[in-house]
Structures are given as structure tokens and as C-alpha cells.
């Protein structure tokens, strides 16, 4: 009775243990409430970077928030999808520079930083966002 009893509360245990999934990186960024806060700094210290700021009069910059917001989402989790024109279309005759690319990401660590997003979940995200350099930088 005692072994059968053991056996019970083992695969009791065993079965709510292989349930649990980890958070995506998405949840690891805070959400919606996260990733918001996220972009919302970034945006700030983007308005206080003479390396950028040139690039970003005229911007409509609630709508690169919602968008930039809606991408991370997309990127980082099966929670969103992200309804903007591609990176490459985006970016399309800009000419965008190493040396902007590299304060954008500056930028962006800056405002990880100041949520208090941990290192390793921010170089998860650069990671990913990573990718579109070739769709951002021109050569």
C-alpha cells in the first residue's frame, strides 16, 4: 500500500512538473506592459542622440511606437503578428549607417537597462533583431 501511495504522489508530482512551460521571451520582457515601457525609453533616448535624432523628424512616432511595439511582440513570441511592411521596405532608401544602426541598439540596451530587463533576455531580443541588419544598414 505504502509503494502504490508512493508511486501515486511520484507521477502526481511528475505530471503537474511536465506541464509547466517556461516563459517565451516575450513574458521575459514584462508582456504588453514590458515591452511598451521598453520602447517608450527607447524612443526618449533616441529624441536625446544627436547621432539620430535628424533621422527621426518628421517620423510619426506614435506610429513607429505601435509598430516597433507590435514587431518585438511578433519576434519574440507566438502572441502577436505584426501587421507592418517588411524591415526592408521599411527602411527602403534611407541609407542607414553602421554608425546608426550601432546607436539604435545602444539605444535599445539603454532602455532594457532602465526596466531592469536582464542581460541575458536582452541579448535574446538584440539576438533576434539582429537579423535585419542587411534589410536596415545600406551598404
Same mark, same amino acid.
Given at each position: 500500500?505504502?509503494?502504490?501511495?508512493?508511486? *501515486?504522489? /511520484? !507521477?502526481?508530482?511528475?505530471? +503537474?512538473?511536465?506541464? #509547466?512551460?517556461?516563459?517565451?521571451?516575450?513574458?521575459?520582457?514584462? %508582456? &504588453?506592459?514590458? =515591452?511598451?515601457?521598453? =520602447?517608450?525609453? /527607447?524612443?526618449?533616448?533616441? $529624441? @536625446?542622440?544627436?547621432?539620430?535624432?535628424?533621422?527621426?523628424? %518628421?517620423?510619426?512616432?506614435?506610429? *513607429?511606437? #505601435?509598430? /516597433?511595439?507590435?514587431?518585438? +511582440?511578433?519576434?519574440? $513570441?507566438?502572441?502577436? @503578428?505584426?501587421?507592418?511592411?517588411?524591415?526592408?521596405?521599411?527602411?527602403?532608401?534611407?541609407?542607414? #549607417?553602421? #554608425? &546608426? *544602426?550601432?546607436?539604435?541598439?545602444?539605444?535599445?540596451?539603454?532602455?532594457?537597462?532602465?526596466?531592469?530587463?536582464? !542581460?541575458?533576455? @536582452?541579448?535574446?531580443?538584440?539576438?533576434?533583431?539582429?537579423?535585419?541588419?542587411? $534589410?536596415?544598414?545600406?551598404?
Amino acid at each position: 500500500m505504502r509503494y502504490i501511495l508512493c508511486i *501515486f504522489v /511520484l !507521477t502526481a508530482l511528475l505530471g +503537474c512538473a511536465s506541464g #509547466t512551460q517556461s516563459p517565451n521571451l516575450y513574458q521575459r520582457l514584462g %508582456g &504588453e506592459p514590458g =515591452v511598451d515601457a521598453i =520602447v517608450y525609453h /527607447l524612443i526618449v533616448n533616441i $529624441s @536625446q542622440d544627436e547621432r539620430v535624432i535628424e533621422r527621426f523628424r %518628421g517620423v510619426d512616432i506614435e506610429r *513607429f511606437r #505601435t509598430g /516597433l511595439v507590435q514587431y518585438i +511582440c511578433s519576434v519574440s $513570441s507566438d502572441e502577436c @503578428q505584426y501587421q507592418g511592411d517588411s524591415m526592408q521596405v521599411v527602411h527602403a532608401g534611407h541609407d542607414y #549607417t553602421d #554608425t &546608426e *544602426f550601432n546607436a539604435i541598439v545602444e539605444n535599445l540596451m539603454k532602455a532594457m537597462e532602465s526596466q531592469k530587463v536582464p !542581460t541575458r533576455v @536582452q541579448n535574446e531580443l538584440l539576438s533576434i533583431l539582429a537579423k535585419d541588419y542587411d $534589410s536596415i544598414v545600406y551598404r
